[in-house]
């Protein structure tokens, strides 16, 4: 379901594309809608990001995945178009997230930082407007929905969810929590071998 501003926001978007090949017309409403409006709010992200993968057909994915598995020359690790990456209300994801879906529409995109931006500052001014990294170790890989629905933010109606407490972020503060606690334990235990030795080298002083 698209939204009044969509096509004008598709268009919009086209300004940012890295080389001008990238296929912006795919991306699904929400993601055109929130990746538009960060445009919109933030100079620097107009002056130093731009759109680096957008979306392909399912043609052009079955044309990647076959020239990589068949280790033709130049082409990179591709998904299986077929491969199902999860279902949600009858709704099938398959392929790749750049992969156009059953109802046409592409569900992530890649973004490129040049000059003086750094993903931290990108990060601030996308996650602003409900675009979030999905994918850990892709700092440039962004979605507004996931298998479970839309991720936090600002919607075409003028309502906005909040942040709140999905599994996905309560697994990483877990994991944050056990980083922490270990780090912590450790300098606990070399500061008690720090007194130790002092102890020991007091005592062979005296
Ligand atoms: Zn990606």
Redesign the pocket.
């Known amino acids: 379901m698209t939204y009044p501003d969509y096509e004008g926001d598709l268009a919009y978007l086209e300004q940012f594309r890295d080389d001008g090949d990238e296929n912006v017309r795919l991306l699904e409403p929400l993601l055109a809608f929130r990746l538009s409006r960060a445009y919109r709010r933030s100079e620097r992200l107009r002056g130093f990001l731009r759109i680096e993968?957008a979306g392909r057909t399912r043609d052009a994915q079955q044309y990647l995945y076959d020239g990589w598995k068949d280790k033709r020359a130049g082409f990179n690790m591709a998904a299986n178009p077929d491969r199902i990456i999860g279902s949600r209300g009858g709704f099938t994801f398959r392929g790749s997230?750049?992969m156009a879906q059953e109802d046409g529409f592409v569900y992530?995109?890649?973004l490129t930082h040049h000059g003086a931006l750094s993903w931290d500052d990108a990060h601030d001014d996308l996650r602003a407007s409900g675009l979030h990294t999905t994918?850990p170790g892709?700092p440039?890989?962004?979605q507004a929905t996931t298998i479970k629905g839309p991720l936090p933010g600002p919607f075409p109606d003028g309502t906005t969810t909040e942040d709140e407490m999905t599994p996905e972020l309560e697994e990483k503060l877990e994991g944050l929590a056990t980083w922490v606690f270990n780090g912590t334990t450790m300098i606990l235990k070399r500061l008690d071998e720090l007194e130790q030795q002092l102890a020991t080298t007091k005592g062979d002083d005296e």
Request: charged letters at 20%; zero cysteines.
């Open positions: 993968s997230w750049h992530a995109v890649d994918v892709e440039w890989h962004h």
